[in-house]
Structure formats: C-alpha cells, structure tokens
C-alpha cells in the first residue's frame, strides 16, 4: 500500500474513533444537560409568573 | 425498492416522535431569549451536541462524499484544517467568546455596537443573502439523498423535498430555539448511530485494500496528495485554513449555538469539544464517496453514488434507522438555518428600514413568517439552480461571501482599536466582491477573455474575499481615523 495512502487511513481512523468517542461522552452527559435546562426554565417560569393575590382577612 | 415496511416503520415512529417534541417545546419560549438563545442556559455538552448536530446534514454528508468520490484520499485534509480551526477557537475563545460577552443574539448587532446602524444593515443583508443562498442547495441534495438511498427514483424528488420542508419549517417556527436545542439532542444521538451503522457495513462491503488500489489507479499521487491535486492547491488550502476559523466562529448559525451558552466560557469549550469530533464528521462521508467509487467506478454520478452505495450495503432494518439518523441531522441544520437568517432578517434588516424596534410578539411572528419564505425559496432555487462547482466548493464560495466581510469587522472590531465605521463598509462590500464576482461571471464564463479566466476559479475567489475584505478593514480605517473615530466598545 502507498504510504500516503496508508496515512490517510491511519488519520481516518484516529478521526472516527475520536468522533465516536466523544460522541458518547456528550449523549451521556448531555442527557443531564438537557434535564437541568428545562428544569431550569419551568422554574424560573414558575417564578417568574405573578403572585397569587393575598387572601382576605376573616376578621372584620 | 431498498426500503421495506420495517425500515418505514421506525421512519414514521421516529419523524412524529421528533415533531411531537419539538411542537412541545413550545411552552418553554416564554420570551425573544427563549426563542432565539434558549434562554442563554445551554451547558457544554449539550451545547456541544446540539452545534454538532447542526453542522452536519444530509448536505454535508452529500457534498463531503462527492468530494471523496472526484478527489479520492486527498480531500482528507479538509477534516484536518477544519480541527485546527475549531481547535484555535476552542483554545483562545477567538471571537465567540468576545461576541457571546456582548450578550447579543445576531452578528450584524456586534456592527451596530462597534460601526453604527448602517454597517447592520449592510452586514444584515449581506448575511441574510449569503446564509440563504448557501442554503439553497441543501434541499435537493437532501432530495436526492433520500430518493437514492431509499431506491424511491428521481420521479419522486420533488415530493420528498416538499414533505421534509413541511416538517422542519412546523416545528422551527412552532418552537424557536428550545424545540431546536432539545431536537438537536435526540437528532445528535440518532446521526451519531447512524453514521456507525453505515460506516461498519461500508467496510465490510468494500475492502480498504480495494479502495486503495480504486484511488491510485483513478487518481495517481493527486488521489492523496492535496497539494498537486487540481481541485486543491495551495490556494484553496490557503482559503480553507483562513475560511475554517472565520466560518467556523461566524456562520450565524453555529454562532447562534455559542451565545444560547451559560457564559463566555462555556461558549468556547462548545466549539473545544465540538473540534474534536470535527475530522470524524468530514472524513466519514468522504470515506464513504471513496467507497461508493470503488464499488461503481469513475462513470457514476458523483453526486448519487455515495446514497447509491449507502442503499446497496445497508440491510433492511438498519436502513430505516440510518435514514432517520441522516433525516435528523438535516433537520437539526434546517432548523438552526432556518432560524438565523430569519432572525437576522427581522432584527437586522427590517427593523432598522423601519426605524422602529419591534414588539418581542411582532419580532417572534416575523420571525415565523419569514422562516416559511425561507423554505418555499429553497425548495424553488433547490429545483432550479445548477450548481456551478463541486457542491462543497458553492457552500464554501456562498459561506464566503458573509463570512469574509464578517471576519474583517469583528475581528478587527475585537482586537484593533483602530477599527472603524469606513473600514467597516469596506471590510463588507470587499469582502463579498470575489464571490458575487464569481456566481454571476460564471453564466457567462465561455464569453470572458482569457487573462480574466481566474475570476470564476472558486479557489481563487474564495481566498482573494478574505484577502480583500482584511484589506478593506484597514486600509479604509487607517485613511479616516480622523473623520470616523473609532468607537470604544
């Protein structure tokens, strides 16, 4: 095999198993990304919505 | 026909599970931020995921395989330059970080903060017509793709691009950037296997040692060597090496992804980690167009061989999962375009003609509105537009013709503090001179004289739009740093 030819499979090689790789590592970790994003957003929605009007006094 | 019930069934089960979701996201935009930047709550992974996801579409698949398939193991060097360029940005924070700082959610406001009103509105439009045009093929590719794969014939091209626009223009304009955001993630995990899937069963079907043997009969040294091939050269590794950090750090979509980040920080560690796994995603198609060489020869189309090939090898099943892998890394990527140019196009464009800001409803329904147009335009100019170089050359030229000018304003806009509003506009203008230059001369390429022949050469063009728009920056400020000052940001 030309040895240009085989360094370029060589690179091909390295470049997928680091794509792959890393492509684990950021499904796993992003999963909890993702939850903590829209737990987040609910929150701050739920904050950011108005407060409930005081209930009336029973006494006179 | 390749594609049996059950590989239509786990297409179907995956098509409305993706829409469902998306269309959900909906209760998650409460506001302009949330539309257009998640909120700015967008963590490194999956921050990481969701640039990865837009970065790679059918389009990418199909131009970077018809590069391998024309330029055999030489055009690997693309993946190199491309990791370098995201790993100069990853490491230094190179403008993503400057601009994510700035809080902004388009580029051309970073020209309003620097250079003034007018600046936007050039850089809007120049932006809006670039990024829209660069679009323009990705429909029929995807078209084609699909119709190959799927062993559907071209008869059905038309209907296939219809169908996949109706389904990424719903939920786009439905959810902004959380439907994206959340989508990108299913759709990163779906590609990645995908891209798995087909790249063992291209391996065991054709023989590396075969493929070898396939390039250099085909192609002789140039089939590994970038530098004498004829499609390369230095001036094309010169553009790509410019290109891949400017591009990279300012396509409005990718950068849309980097300011929807916690912080500045967390900004550049997306494009770190995104760098990465860059090599991978261009050398995997182009491995794949080397293989679809190998097994047809030289007198296949080179634009169908690869999904030719991706339809023979895969088996039932597997095929109607890599068709949805494939599916959703196009539809990530229509949805990020989508909703950059859009946005620009409200924000940088029509506002400052009306010389009114918008209300955040009005804002947000433009937006819809305009990413609806967005797609009746790529399904038109997908159908009509003959492509006048490689594919991945047009979306370079295209990319080019934004991402010069862009690069000549921000970076100086960042790091000189001689910038101004004069180098600006011809940072701008110079900078998409070389590309419009070359997609109009190239209609009329037979009828120019010879010495001007260099001008539809797009290698040529693509590097002179960096030279030019630099050039432009400081030239025009240097000369009128007196009656432009330049503003302190």
Redo the contacts between chains.
Sequence with gaps: ??P??M???V??A???????G?????????????R???S???K??RS?SPPLPPPSSPLP | MNFQPLDWCILVAYLSGSMFIGIRARKYVENMEGYFVAGRRVKVALGSATLIATEIGIVTFMYFGQLGFVSGFSCFLLGIIGLIGYMVIGKTGFIVSGLRALKIVTIPEFYELKYGRGVRLLGGILLFLGGVLNMGIFLKMDGVFLTQTMGLGQGMLLTVMTLMLIVVVSYTVLGGMFSVVITDYIQFVVLSVGMLIATAFVISHVGLTEMSATVMRQFGENGVNPVTNPRFGWSFILWMLIGSVAISALNQPAASKSFASESPEVGRKVFLYTGITLAGRYMIPMFWGVAALTMFGPAADSMMAMPRLLGAVVPTGMLGLMIAGMLAASMSTYSAYMLAWSSVATRDIIAPIMKREFSERVTILLTRIITGMIGIFILVFGLWYEIPATAFQYTAITGAMYAAGAFGCVAAGLYWKKANAVGAYASLGFGALAPVGFLVLDFVKSSLPPGLLFLVDVNISGFLSFFLAVGGMIVGSLLTQRSHPPVRL
Aim: glycine share 2%; proline share 0%.
């Design positions: 095999m030309n240009w030819t360094f370029w499979l690179v091909f390295c470049a997928a198993v680091l794509f792959f890393t492509a684990l590592v950021i499904t796993v970790v992003g999963f909890r990304d993702l903590d994003l829209l987040n957003t609910a701050s929605e950011s």
